[in-house]
């Protein structure tokens, strides 16, 4: 009764892999068996990612588990094998069963398209063994039978129509698709196999670049980590200098009042001694004359008064005084200007970035110079990204939100509030303060614009959205002007408050950068091709952060640079 058992659950010992009874049977760490030959296999594929699963519960291991051969399990196949079962396995859960076995049913090895059904090793040899079989069509076993054979002639599926691009029988080319170009559906897939090799290797080739992408962008990440550990440290030590500094001019001033109090201290004692004498000599010479009065003998008070007389000069005391008052008054006057300009200078050179901005602020001091060239700007190099909720329903923007083109026909994007409406416009997701640079690149044959604004801008309605007809944007215009057909140049103005600036520069290059210094109020526009060439710029005040913003002309479009491939240009 037991081996009556083992046979009835023979299904179970087959290998999940090869779906053939195990052989050399071994267990994993999930419970599951396999051929050892089968699990090896699988798990060499996935030495070079270094993690290993079970082919059949998808169950993973770390690090590769030393495999044991499960020698209960090989007990129980040999017993099996000493039945008198076919040598076949039986078709167990997810194989194809075979349609002629009754009872319990043997996995099918072949699927037959002439008899649209699958055989197990048994039943599959009258078709090699009897001529009215062998020229069956035979296939590897299937369980979609009917999606190889058509549904409207009942014929195996072997042609394949180009014009329609779907698989046909032979019947099909008669009616259906009678005079369409069509080919043997092994023809075709050669042909689409060559197809997709191409296809894999423009994959190869553009993952290759994406690869080399991450890489120069990690490297870049790890350079700005390193830059900015660096300028924490030597912005500590300067400051660490900066209070030595003004703790030694603190010791140096308390000192100096210190020594200006010992000073004024001894003179005023000085005088105060002197004062104290001449008050006492007063009062002496007051008491002689007093006495002197009541000298009844006229000769002795004649005589002495003109003694008493000369002695009793006053003595002139309008010089002795106490300056130092005044002193102190300066020193203290001196600090208190000195802590106003301070002030000042810490206002005006140091731009706060507020917390919501995703562009990193960098305190900018008088030891930082204006950039001149093009590697000078690269400082101050912001990836900005445009914002698809400001995007108008007529502008495309692709999947790295750095690219956006206008379109013949509308989308209708999720209604919201900062969407432009009206005007074909599109603003940065990131603010900007303290000094920023990016550069872009037009194209098509149309008027276009390169702008700042603050993010309070209307967005519905008329000429109150559009960059540069209101106090909340700058705009750089430009448009093109042809000679003739074949060249055309590029012509730009500036906009501010709905006043317009003409501008003089002419240029045949469509890359425009655009550089900011917030604290200090400068907006520059500039010409890329072999030089840097300035097209405008304005100096003002600005109260608020900045988002970089874009207007379409008709077929226009508009790319932000990455840095990494203006580097490579400059190079």
Request: hydrophobic share 30%; charged share 25%.
């Amino acid at each position: 009764m037991a081996e009556a058992g083992i046979l009835s659950d023979q299904d179970e010992f087959c290998c999940s892999v090869c779906l053939d009874v195990l052989k050399n049977p071994v267990t994993v760490p999930c419970g599951h068996t396999f051929c050892m030959v089968c699990i090896n296999n699988c798990w060499d594929q996935e030495d070079q990612r270094g993690i290993y699963s079970c082919p059949q519960c998808n169950e993973t291991f770390t690090p590769r588990p030393v495999l044991y051969r499960s020698y209960i399990v090989d007990q129980i196949l040999e017993k099996l094998k000493k039945t008198d079962l076919p040598a076949a396995s039986p078709a167990g859960s997810g194989k194809v069963e075979c349609d002629v076995c009754t009872g319990r049913k043997l996995r099918a090895v072949k699927s037959c398209l002439t008899c649209l059904a699958s055989f197990c090793e048994t039943h599959l040899k009258p078709h090699y063994e009897a001529p009215a079989l062998n020229k069956h069509k035979l296939v590897k076993a299937s369980k979609q039978l009917q999606e190889k054979i058509c549904s409207q002639h009942d014929k195996p599926i072997e042609i394949y129509c180009r014009t329609d691009n779907s698989p046909i029988c032979y019947m099909c080319t008669m009616h259906e698709h009678k005079g369409h170009d069509t080919v043997a559906a092994v023809a075709e897939r050669t042909q689409k196999q060559s197809e997709i090799k191409e296809i894999q290797e423009k994959l190869q080739r553009k993952l290759q670049r994406k690869e080399k992408k991450l890489q120069e962008l990690k490297t870049e990440i790890n350079t700005l980590k390193i830059s900015a550990q660096a300028a924490v440290e030597d912005s500590e030590k300067i400051f660490t200098e900066m209070i030595r500094s003004i703790e030694k001019k603190r010791s140096e001033v308390m000192e100096l009042i210190r020594d200006q109090e010992e000073t004024g201290l001894s003179e005023a004692e000085e005088l105060l001694e002197k004062l104290e004498q001449q008050i006492s000599d007063l009062k002496r010479k007051n008491t002689e004359l007093n006495q002197l009065s009541q000298t009844e003998d006229h000769i002795s008070f004649l005589q002495s008064f003109q003694t008493l007389r000369v002695s009793s000069e006053p003595e002139d005391s309008s010089s002795i005084s106490i300056h130092h008052q005044l002193s102190l008054d300066g020193v203290k006057k001196s600090l208190t200007d000195l802590k106003d300009r301070l002030e000042q200078f810490y206002n005006w050179e140091f731009s706060v970035v507020p917390a919501q901005s995703s562009t990193v602020g960098v305190l900018q001091t008088v030891s930082a110079p204006e950039p001149k060239t093009r590697s000078d700007f690269l400082q101050y190099f912001c990836q900005l990204h445009l914002d698809p909720n400001t995007l108008h329903h007529y502008l495309s923007l692709s999947e790295n939100k750095r690219k956006v083109w206008l379109k013949q026909s509308e989308d209708r994007y999720p209604d919201h509030p900062e969407r432009f409406d009206y005007r074909t416009q599109v603003m940065s997701k990131e603010s900007v303060c303290g000094r920023a640079y990016w550069e872009v690149n037009w194209s098509g044959k149309s008027a276009g614009s390169s702008s700042v604004s603050y993010k309070g801008i209307s967005r519905k309605g008329g000429d109150e959205s559009m960059f540069g007809r209101n106090d909340q944007s700058w705009s750089l215009e430009h448009s093109y002007v042809y000679y003739d057909s074949f060249s055309s140049y590029y012509r730009a103005s500036f906009w501010h408050n709905n006043i317009e600036t003409k501008l003089p520069f002419k240029s045949s290059s469509y890359r425009v950068g655009v550089y900011v210094d917030h604290s200090a109020g400068t907006l520059s526009f500039y010409n890329i091709s072999n030089t840097v060439t300035l097209i405008h710029t304005v100096q003002t005040t600005f109260t608020q952060p900045l988002y970089a913003g874009f207007r379409f002309g008709s077929g226009s479009s508009v790319k932000l640079c990455d840095l990494v491939e203006i580097r490579s240009e400059i190079k």
